[in-house]
Structure formats: C-alpha cells, structure tokens
Nanobody, 127 residues
Framework: QVQLVESGGGLVQAGGSLRLSCAGSGRTISAYAMGWFRQAPGKEREFVAAINRSGGRTTYTDSVKGRFTISRDNTKNTVYLQMDSLKPEDAAVYSC????????????????????WGQGTQVTVSS
C-alpha cells in the first residue's frame, strides 16, 4: 500500500494561490489513479479533483473548474493541486488519495473507492 503525505497548505488571502503536493512512498504512484478531496468543519469530505494513472485525463468538481489544476509527476512520485483565485469557501483540510487500478483511462470521484489517504493539509483563505 502506498503511503501519502501532503504539503503546501497555509493561509492565503482571497484571490491568491497555493500549490499542494502529495508525495507517495512505499510504492510507485504510477499504479494508482489519484484524487484530491477536502473537508471543511462540520461538513462531509467532498471530491475536488481526480487524475488517471498517466495524467492525461482529469476531472473537477464544478466549484473549482477553471481555478484548480490537478497534475502528477510519476518520476517524482508526486501529485499536485494548483489552486488559483482562492475563495473563502475553499478553506478546508485537503487530502490526497490513491486508488489502485489496471486502467490508464479511469479516474475516480467517490470517497469510498479510494484505498489510501494522506493525513491532510490545512488551507485557510482570508476574505
């Protein structure tokens, strides 16, 4: 099972940018479709973005389309989430997750399908 560690969170003003990183260890992430999720206080964990194994296919929740970009560098065993034009409602703990798959086409948007999770990184957006 791959282990995941997120970094890059912090405090940013509305309209600012952050880049989150998710570093894998123990196994190569090239065997996994990857996703980013977030959870705000008092709310359920929600899907943010997902990417297939090779990085050629991505999908986003509607609220972040055009502002967030998920990418991966399998040579560095790392997945990224570039977040631009941040809004106060984007504030949450962001976690990355991995889903083992033999398919290089599929990405996954459902929390329950993911097998491995990082501990999360806090993103705070001031208005």
């Amino acid at each position: 099972q791959v282990q995941l560690v997120e970094s890059g969170g912090g405090l940013v003003q509305a309209g600012g940018s952050l880049r989150l990183s998710c570093a894998g260890s123990g196994r190569t992430i090239s065997a996994y479709a990857m996703g980013w999720f977030r959870q705000a206080p008092g709310k359920e964990r929600e899907f943010v973005a997902a990417i297939n194994r090779s990085g050629g296919r991505t999908t986003y929740t509607d609220s972040v389309k055009g502002r967030f970009t998920i990418s991966r560098d399998n040579t560095k065993n790392t997945v990224y989430l570039q977040m631009d034009s941040l809004k106060p409602e984007d504030a949450a703990v962001y976690s990355c997750a991995a889903k083992g798959t033999s398919s290089d086409i599929t990405y996954y948007t459902q929390v329950k399908l993911y097998e491995a999770w990082g501990q999360g990184t806090q993103v705070t957006v001031s208005s």
